[in-house]
């Protein structure tokens, strides 16, 4: 049976990282001027700080799961001298003190500096991304050596970041479109159309990160070789789902740009948005829960030895 505490303590984190991350991109790349401020478009503020502070508690929780782990004790009687010894004396705990300052630093920013709301998103944007890339160092990726070991670690950061900024964009989507009706605007629907095409261009280099670093994470802990019995094991029943549910998202997204959302600017027209603006939300829904059920799968999969392992 899979540790369930440690998958789900390992997704919640995975989200959390990614939300830190996507959503300043999100407002630097969508919204212009005045729009980037906190409370004008999006709530960068309370919505940031919330996810930093649990992104902390997540951390400190992770720790604590590991120590638990490690000595091999329930997590309720893990001991303080364990975890202290994990956090002073291990890369693993050096990396985690660099997550935690970078996520000390993101609240910062969420809650100060919004008079130069574009200085704001972009501290938060780069503080959020270190905070993001420390995953990738306690992971497989930090498991090679030498130049494979760098194009290993370099292939998961930019999957993460990749992930980041689509989960983040998502996330931030859902909260512009699932409005009453009464906060649906005229304005509102024309910034929710823009922030929708935009996105839609962004996403483009988004999915062919994802692809090229996917492969490139794929080849080296699985291995042509092994390519035939791959789908025997539990790793890869489980990344086979992982491909199944990145496929459904890019379907998805393709039906937001090339359909959805051209749909949306010519309901605008007609001054009937509400036909469109439903069919936008069911895909959003769709292709978020689709999310979750990778991050779900991504944090199962790091429990396991990969098939290049030869465990």
């Known amino acids: 049976?899979?540790?369930?505490?440690?998958?789900?303590?390992?997704?919640?984190?995975?989200?959390?990282?990614?939300?830190?991350?996507?959503?300043?991109?999100?407002?630097?790349?969508?919204?212009?001027?005045?729009?980037?401020?906190?409370?004008?478009?999006?709530?960068?503020?309370?919505?940031?700080?919330?996810?930093?502070?649990?992104?902390?508690?997540?951390?400190?929780?992770?720790?604590?799961?590991?120590?638990?782990?490690?000595?091999?004790?329930p997590l309720n009687q893990v001991d303080r001298a364990t975890v202290s010894l994990l956090i002073s004396g291990t890369a693993i705990g050096t990396l985690w003190q660099v997550r935690v300052a970078a996520l000390l630093l993101v609240l910062y920013f969420s809650i100060v500096?919004?008079?130069?709301?574009?200085?704001a998103l972009w501290s938060l944007s780069a503080t959020a991304a270190l905070a993001l890339a420390t995953l990738a160092w306690t992971g497989h990726g930090a498991a090679d050596e030498g130049l494979r070991g760098?194009?290993?670690?370099?292939?998961?950061?930019?999957?993460?970041?990749?992930?980041?900024?689509?989960?983040?964009?998502?996330?931030?989507?859902?909260?512009?479109?699932?409005?009453?009706?009464?906060?649906?605007?005229?304005?509102?629907?024309?910034?929710?159309?823009?922030?929708?095409?935009g996105f839609a261009k962004v996403g483009s280099a988004v999915v062919a990160l994802l692809i090229l670093s996917g492969f490139i994470n794929s080849w080296i802990l699985i291995g042509p070789s092994r390519l035939g019995s791959l789908f025997t094991s539990l790793y890869g029943?489980?990344?086979a789902?992982?491909?199944?549910?990145?496929?459904?998202?890019?379907?998805?997204?393709?039906?937001?740009?090339?359909?959805?959302?051209?749909?949306?600017?010519?309901?605008?027209?007609?001054?009937n948005a509400s036909l469109a603006i439903g069919s936008l939300r069911r895909s959003l829904a769709i292709e978020t829960g689709c999310a979750l059920a990778i991050l779900a799968l991504v944090a199962w999969l790091g429990l396991l030895a990969p098939p290049a392992s030869g465990m």
């Open 150 to 197: 760098w194009i290993h670690l370099g292939a998961d950061i930019t999957h993460l970041w990749a992930a980041g900024i689509w989960t983040g964009a998502l996330f931030a989507l859902c909260l512009l479109i699932f409005r009453p009706a009464a906060r649906m605007a005229i304005d509102h629907i024309h910034l929710s159309y823009r922030a929708l095409d």
């Open 237 to 239: 029943l489980l990344l």
């Open 113 to 119: 500096g919004w008079r130069r709301p574009a200085f």
């Open 1 to 73: 049976m899979p540790d369930i505490i440690a998958i789900t303590v390992r997704l919640w984190l995975y989200l959390d990282l990614m939300l830190l991350f996507g959503m300043p991109m999100f407002g630097l790349y969508t919204l212009r001027g005045a729009e980037r401020a906190s409370g004008s478009v999006l709530r960068f503020r309370s919505v940031l700080a919330t996810i930093a502070l649990a992104g902390i508690g997540l951390s400190i929780l992770g720790m604590m799961v590991l120590a638990a782990s490690m000595a091999g004790v």
């Open 241 to 271: 789902g992982k491909l199944i549910l990145f496929g459904v998202m890019l379907m998805l997204a393709a039906a937001n740009r090339f359909f959805l959302t051209p749909s949306l600017a010519a309901a605008i027209e007609t001054g």
